[in-house]
């Protein structure tokens, strides 16, 4: 007896399947996920499964080489994940893709048709391992630990404020987080700093401050003091929690307008510190508040 399996269903069932396990990743690990991304790793990872039927004796198609394309797809879904935001990530994904397996596996046991089959565990006699029933459960009982560290707090809802920046007649909006361990204030005035990441600012900014904003001290234009921008730099000198001290460069706006619950108030006495690194590691916010700019 032939059996035939067709490529168009194989390759659009599998992509289907691939785009909710990564939805499911970034609402498991609390990312920000985009629509065409997600599309074009589910399609990566969609022919790679048609392929591991038709050369499935290739060690391009081992286990360590799906592990290796699985953390490829995370990467291209999820793009500028490092660390531990990455495992956290990565772990989801396998998390998610053992859970489906196993759901795959029951429509395996009741029938399923062999198309679907061949499409949800990528081969045509898949079996389940006690290993795969080993890492779901160990990526199960780990993830809270993983999730903890990567910044993510399930059922936790954030302190988060909207937050419109303005400097130089030009208002940038952004999502700022209330953060109880910011206490970083201007030596000179005394006025409590925002921490605000570059990437974030570097649209509104003049392009003669950018040097300024990434420490490189001996490349700053000598016109760059006598700018009106110029005239409302700040260094903040700061220490870390682990300890680590350094200068944190930054600028007096014209003001800031805080928004919660449709109550807004403006601020003008407050500084803005900028951080080289992004603050969020999933994108849910681009600045730090200073708790005393939330009071009444």
Not at 210 to 228: E, G, K, M, N, V
């Amino acid at each position: 007896m032939v059996r035939l399996i067709y490529v168009d269903v194989l390759f659009a069932v599998n992509m289907a399947v691939n785009y909710i396990i990564l939805l499911a990743t970034g609402k498991l690990a609390g990312r920000a996920v985009k629509p065409l991304r997600l599309c074009l790793s589910s399609a990566s990872g969609a022919l790679y499964a048609g392929l591991a039927l038709v050369f499935p004796s290739s060690l391009a198609f081992s286990l360590p080489a799906r592990i290796a394309f699985g953390i490829f797809m995370v990467a291209l879904a999820f793009p500028g994940l490092r660390g531990v935001g990455l495992f956290t990530v990565v772990a989801s994904f396998f998390l998610c893709s053992a859970l489906t397996a196993g759901t795959a596996y029951a429509l395996l046991q009741s029938g399923a048709n062999r198309a679907l089959r061949a499409s949800l565990l990528g081969g045509t006699d898949p079996s389940v391992h006690w290993w795969m029933v080993a890492f779901s459960l160990a990526a199960l009982s780990a993830f809270p630990v993983l999730a903890k560290a990567g910044g993510y707090h399930p059922g936790r809802p954030l302190p988060l404020m909207n937050m419109e920046l303005v400097i130089g007649g030009q208002t940038l909006g952004l999502t700022a987080l209330v953060d109880t361990g910011n206490n970083l204030r201007d030596p000179v005035s005394g006025l409590p700093v925002v921490v605000v990441d570059w990437e974030s600012l570097r649209k509104v900014m003049p392009d003669e401050v950018y040097t300024f904003f990434q420490s490189t001290w001996d490349r700053i234009p000598s016109c760059l003091a006598d700018s009106p921008i110029g005239r409302r730099l700040r260094l903040i000198p700061y220490e870390s929690l682990s300890g680590k001290k350094g200068v944190l460069p930054g600028f007096r706006p014209d003001r800031l307008i805080l928004t919660e619950k449709g109550r807004r108030k403006v601020l003008k006495n407050a500084i803005v510190g900028v951080s080289g690194e992004r603050l969020s590691p999933n994108g849910l916010y681009q600045a730090l508040l200073h708790p005393d700019l939330t009071g009444p």
